[in-house]
T-cell receptor, first 107, second 122 residues
Framework: EIVLTQSPTTLSLSPGERATLSCRAS??????LAWYQQKPGQAPRLLIY???KRATGIPARFSGSASGTDFTLTISSLEPEDFALYYC?????????FGGGTKVEIK | QVQLIESGGGLVKPGGSLRLSCAAS????????MSWIRQAPGKGLEWVSY????????YYADSVKGRFTISRDNAKNSLYLQMNSLRAEDTAVYYC???????????????WGQGTRITVSS
C-alpha cells in the first residue's frame, strides 16, 4: 500500500498569506495525485488532479506541483473561505489512499 | 447538475447489516466508475470500495473485504453497498463518489454526495 504523508498537520496563517502544503508518497505515483478541500460538515471537493491541473471552477490562487514523490499544494493568497482541511489522494494502483490531511487555520 | 444522494444509514448493533444506496442524477451514470469512501468521526478519509462502469470489476479495502459488497444498477442510476458483520470501527460517514476520466490524466473523484452516517454500537 502506498502511504501518503502530509505536512504540516496544521498550518496557522493569516488571510492574504501564502500557504504551502506538502504530500509525500512512499513510492512513485507518477502524477496520479489529487488534492481535496473539506470544510466542516461538508463533503470533500476536488481542487487539483493529475498533480497540477485545476478542477472546474477552482480559483487560480490554487496550484499544484510535483517533484518525484513530493507534491505541493500552494494557495497564493489565502481568502477567508480557504481555511479548511486539505487531503491528497493517489490513484496509481489499488488500494487508493489518502494522506492524513493538513488543517489550514486562521492565525 | 450532478447529484448523489445517499440513504440507508443509521444505528446498527455489532454484527449487524445495513445496505446503503446512492441515487445519481444529472449525468450519465453508466459512463462512470463509482466509489464508496468513508470518514470516521474526527478522522481522515478512507477508500472503502470501487466499481467499474459495468460492475464487472470491484475493489475493496482490506478492512472491509469479505464483509462489504459494492454493486450498481445502471438502469436505476443507483450504487449500493451491502455491509455485513459490522464492527464499531465501521462507524463513519459514508460518501458516494463519482469517478471521472480526465483525458490524459486518469480517473479522479470529482463529485461527492453529502454522506450518510453509520453508527455501529450496542
Amino acid at each position: 500500500e502506498i502511504v501518503l504523508t502530509q505536512s504540516p498537520t496544521t498550518l496557522s496563517l493569516s488571510p492574504g498569506e501564502r500557504a504551502t502544503l506538502s504530500c509525500r508518497a512512499s513510492q512513485s505515483v507518477n502524477t496520479y495525485l489529487a488534492w481535496y478541500q473539506q470544510k466542516p460538515g461538508q463533503a470533500p471537493r476536488l481542487l487539483i488532479y493529475d498533480a497540477s491541473k485545476r478542477a472546474t471552477g477552482i480559483p487560480a490562487r490554487f496550484s499544484g506541483s510535483a517533484s518525484g514523490t513530493d507534491f505541493t499544494l500552494t494557495i497564493s493568497s489565502l481568502e477567508p473561505e480557504d481555511f479548511a482541511l486539505y487531503y491528497c489522494q493517489h490513484r496509481v494502483k489499488w488500494p487508493f489512499t489518502f494522506g492524513g490531511g493538513t488543517k489550514v487555520e486562521i492565525k | 447538475q450532478v447529484q448523489l444522494i445517499e440513504s440507508g444509514g443509521g444505528l446498527v448493533k455489532p454484527g449487524g447489516s445495513l445496505r446503503l444506496s446512492c441515487a445519481a442524477s444529472g449525468f450519465t451514470f453508466s459512463d462512470h466508475y463509482m466509489s464508496w469512501i468513508r470518514q470516521a468521526p474526527g478522522k481522515g478519509l478512507e477508500w472503502v470500495s470501487y466499481i467499474s462502469v459495468t460492475g464487472s470489476a470491484m475493489y475493496y479495502a482490506d478492512s472491509v473485504k469479505g464483509r462489504f459488497t459494492i454493486s450498481r444498477d445502471n438502469a436505476k442510476n443507483s450504487l449500493y453497498l451491502q455491509m455485513n458483520s459490522l464492527r464499531a470501527e465501521d462507524t463513519a460517514v459514508y460518501y458516494c463518489v463519482r469517478e471521472s476520466y480526465y483525458d490524459g490524466s486518469g480517473y479522479f473523484s470529482d463529485s461527492w454526495g453529502q454522506g450518510t452516517r453509520i453508527t455501529v454500537s450496542s
